[in-house]
């Protein structure tokens, strides 16, 4: 039996070969890939490094930069490989989160640090008439690195949130869906965003970084472990968040906030005193 298991191994792998050998060729040259150039014909361009882009149902490309800007841009196509921009909308409601140190008082950090929000992830539904997108975002503040030399930097490591955009007719609503997601002490966040539907409800699918070394805790990480819902893919049900009321901190709209570990050197805002 076992050397009619290798016969069998041996054959297959000598049909993979042949066909790698025959086709690949051939297929590698069917393939291939042609760039085009976007005239912002004297708007406003990206800066900061794009993250994350998605066309619309409007037919307007919605595009995400590293530190909190949302740039919407028309485009016009002119002919093959000729795309021009005619006009651009540009938000600031990531940038407005109020950042935080990890003990919960205001960001020490410099003004570009506690001004702007790493942003990652973004992902675009709704109709023509009332788009609707969803950005991912978190503590700017990179600290650890290499060798752990940046050291703790006090950043939030529950600073991710999740922000909803709704188009009324006539503005964006804006609120924070979810509060509270993991952010590790180096640069892994909450990211990249997608919309399923599981049993016919609606599900935003969350990208969530680590804040280990492959599970391990690590000098680049500031020996930090993994904490609830860090490395992992998680789903928001959509309608479960829709059902709660909308509430205000300091004039923001948010939904949901996810409950963190208790810090004993201070009050809970909840009024629970019970550590465990």
């Known amino acids: 039996m076992k050397e009619h298991y290798s016969a069998v191994h041996r054959f ?3 049909l993979c ?6 086709f690949a060729p051939s297929l590698s040259a069917q393939v291939s890939f042609s760039q085009t150039l976007l005239n912002y014909n004297g708007n406003q361009n990206l800066s900061g490094g794009v993250t994350g882009m998605m066309f619309g149902p409007d037919n307007r490309l919605y595009v995400t930069s590293l530190h909190g800007k949302v740039n919407i841009f028309s485009i016009e196509r002119n ?11 540009v938000l600031d409601d990531i940038q407005d989160i109020v950042n935080h140190d990890d003990d919960g008082t205001a960001c020490s950090g410099s003004f570009f640090q506690c001004n702007n929000r790493e942003t990652i992830g973004i992902v675009v539904t709704g109709s023509a008439q009332n788009p609707v997108f969803y950005v991912s975002s978190s503590d700017v503040r990179i600290g650890a690195g290499s060798g752990g030399g940046n050291g703790d930097v006090g950043l939030d490591t529950n600073s991710g949130v999740i922000t909803r955009f709704s188009w009324t007719g006539s503005s964006w609503d804006v609120v924070d869906i979810v509060r509270g997601l993991p952010r590790s002490e180096e640069n892994h966040a909450t990211n990249g965003l997608d919309l399923v539907t599981i049993g016919g409800k609606p599900y935003l699918l969350v990208a969530q970084g680590g804040h280990t070394n492959g599970g ?3 000098v680049n990480f500031v020996f930090s472990t993994e904490y609830a819902l860090a490395a992992a893919v998680l789903a928001i049900d959509l309608e479960a968040i829709d059902s709660m009321p909308v509430q205000l901190d300091n004039g923001r709209k948010y939904i949901y906030d996810l409950p963190t570990l208790d810090d004993p050197t201070r009050p809970n805002a909840n009024g629970i005193t019970d550590p465990d």
Do not use: A, K
């Open 12 to 14: 297959v792998g000598f």
């Open 17 to 22: 070969l042949f066909f790698l050998l025959i």
């Open 79 to 89: 002919g093959t490989n000729d795309y021009q921009v005619t006009d651009v909308e």
């Open 216 to 218: 391990g805790p690590s």
